[in-house]
């Protein structure tokens, strides 16, 4: 009896077994920490006597109230930066997928490239390339293309466009896997029946698509909305984004409780644009196509 | 319907000629190759400015030509460390990460088991959760927890940001594998350890790798999680940032020239192995 039941017990343990360090690992560092979060923004104190949990809900609207305009702009430039995305890499992604021919992996390569060098340096480079007095407006200076005080660094543009540029692959390779996965023969059916390229692309490739775009959003958004390191290294002081505010409260300031408020305010708010965008388009799909 | 159809024929030659000539300008490949430019451009910047012989800190202006600096690369010891904690580290995320996830993606592909939709809520979380609030939530509580910020914290937070990528990679490869071959194994005598070892984990061998790959990759270039667990321990992006304000110097050129190069020749190496396998 007990032989014959052991290997099934095994059997039906296994699974359990295979995913309980993962579980552990996500539950100590992921899980906890969140929650940590939480309770972190309800205590009161100072850093000298140390802080305690005393559900101070005003934590909350002091955050809000003083650092409403960084939050703001952080989704501002995150939607701008999305939005650029999709402007930019669907194109690409659509060309390759359906012109690429023996080429798509090369251009795809080609695309994710700058992956290879670091996140930070990247956008240093780009600093160091715009500069006031470098290589592209010191030339264009030199040869009287500009006025002598122009500039291009320092500016939401220049924030909005470092952001596009940095997580342009996380939009390009959701769509690019949905159109390459697409049946080819459904574009030229649509064609058959007389549909113009533009109606063809409207009414066939387009839907088809939008898996694949929907997955690109989150991708980008989350990401570009709670980014600092373009804010930091290509807006200056004038373009702020929430997150150089969560880092310096936290590694400079050690406010920890007006930290972890502004943290928790960060993240419901793009929990709740989340949910609301998976509950419009149904959650399954959202989730299948992010993590595919 | 003939009396409408009929005339088609005959008017269609006219117009004919003057739609001959217009060639069909290709306009998605200019768009791709001008953002594949606008890609590269910080790129090339960065490589050719490796080679720039600047006399002050700011290295924006061409000043000629010196291999001064790959000659010099180590002239910054805490550049050094920086960048040798950085590949221990990605080396350390490698090995756990391609572990634990490497379980937990061949558990999701292949059983159906109780929770199953909660490991999946908790990973999709994991991959999208923003950096600055897992970096924020992870210095929280090893505040709370008073636990000393530096190398193991940080190895300890990459693996955790990087497992799901693992996972998924895996998952994928174990969903695509032909259960037939498994049970051949069974059915020649292997027990279920020796199938395991001999089948399924060679057949699963690439997953692994890759999924490896993807955790080195993001632990190595991972800045925002990292500066808020990091305590006194200096990455190379960190070291980076730290240059912004007084001068980044051009050995930062020379390594990320040099990482780049490496990063540029394994994807090449491997895509000519892919299509000579194929």
Known sequence: MTDERRPRLAARAAPYLLVAPAWLWLALFFVVPIATILSMSLMSGNLYEGYSLTWEFGNYAAAVG??????????VYGACATVLCILIGYPCA?????????YKNAYLLLLLLPMFVSFVLRTISWKAFLADEGVILGTLKGIGLLPEDAYVLNSAPAVVFGLAYNFLPFMVLPVYAVLERMDHRVVEAARDLYAGPVRAFTRVVLPMSLPGVFAGVIMTFIPTSADYVNATVLGGADNTMVGKVIESQYLVNNAYPMAASITFVLMAVLLVGIFSYARALGTERVMEASTR | MTATSAPAPAAAPAPAPARRPRRRVDWGKYFTWAVIVWLLSPIAFMIVFSFNDIKGRHNVTWQGFTLHWYADAL?????TRALVNSLLIALLTM???GLLGGLLGLALGRYTFRGQGATNLVMFSAISAPEVVMGAGLLSMFLTMNIAT??????VSHVMFSVSFVAITVRARVLALDPSLEEAARDLGASAWTTFRLVTLPMLTPALMAGGLIAFVLSIDDYIITTFVSGNTSTFPLWIWGTTRVGT??????????????????AVVNAVMARRRA
């Open chain 2, 249 to 266: 110097p051009p050995q930062v050129n020379v390594m990320g020239t040099l990482i780049f190069a490496v990063g540029v020749l394994l």
């Open chain 2, 150 to 155: 530096g190398f193991w914290t940080i190895v």
């Open chain 1, 94 to 102: 659509y060309w390759i997928a359906f012109r690429g021919g023996a």
């Open chain 2, 95 to 97: 090995v756990f990460a």
């Open chain 2, 75 to 79: 002239a910054y010891p805490d550049l």
């Open chain 1, 66 to 75: 003083t650092y409403w305009e960084q939050i703001g702009r952080s989704l």
